[in-house]
């Protein structure tokens, strides 16, 4: 199976947002990565649902959603309504997660879980067998164009040792400072997905660094 590459939104072009979608839609891309930022749980604000319900109208990929708020449970109905398959909450930001993922299973997406880069990916064990894919996220949240944080390889490799030994299927999908070298890392130690946002969108031919990327 070829790497999943879900692109980033969060470096497109918001005045050009079409374009970019169409650029995606055209290219090998697997799903489109949407950041949503509270300016509370990071510190930085993206874009809400006036974007997201927009874009279910021309993506025709899935939608992989990486919801950077507090109380995620509080938008599952309004996340649903976007059309999204992958709802992404942060295991930092839940205070009963079992019952958040049972919730966002319920409303049809399928149910991922982050981890901050100093979350240790053990805090897993108990609920790695009821959710579709983990996030492990290689820079701290908030912001596109930061640098890998290298420990993100070990988790990964320490990641896939739990779900084999669990027998569990849930996805592992890397967030943050992915390129072509810290992409191979990452493919090597056994990532199914990489999140790329500044690597794809300021190169100058994206869908061509889309295809490499899948090609890892
Ligand atoms: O979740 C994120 C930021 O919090 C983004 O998905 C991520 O940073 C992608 O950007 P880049 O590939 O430029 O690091
Ligand atoms: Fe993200």
Not at 7 to 18: I, R, T
Not at 41 to 69: C, E, Q, Y
Not at 72 to 83: D, H, Q, R
Request: glycine content about 6%.
């Amino acid at each position: 199976m070829s790497t999943i590459v879900a692109p980033s939104l969060l470096s497109a072009d918001f005045l050009n947002l079409e374009r970019d979608i169409e650029m995606l839609n055209r290219s090998e891309a697997d799903w489109i990565h949407l950041d949503i930022m509270d300016g509370v749980f990071v510190p930085n604000i993206s874009f809400g649902f006036a974007v997201t319900n927009l874009l279910k109208k021309i993506s025709k990929k899935p939608l992989d959603t990486h919801l950077m708020i507090v109380q995620p449970e509080k938008f599952i109905k309004e996340i649903a309504a976007t059309g999204t398959t992958y709802m992404n909450v942060h295991f930092e930001a839940c205070t009963h997660l079992h019952r958040v993922v049972q919730q966002i299973r319920d409303n049809g997406m399928k149910p991922a879980v982050t981890l901050n880069p100093h979350t240790p990916v053990s805090l897993l064990e108990d609920i790695i067998k009821d959710v579709d894919m983990v996030l492990l996220m290689s820079v701290n949240p908030g912001f596109g164009g930061q640098k890998f944080i290298e420990n993100s390889v070990k988790k990964v490799t320490q990641l896939k040792d739990m779900i084999l030994r669990q027998n569990a299927s849930a996805l592992i999908q890397v967030d943050g400072g992915v390129n072509l070298e810290t992409g191979r890392k990452l493919v090597d130690a056994g990532a199914d997905a990489l999140v790329a946002g500044s690597f794809v969108f300021s190169s100058e031919n994206p869908e061509e660094t889309i295809r490499q990327l899948k090609a890892l």
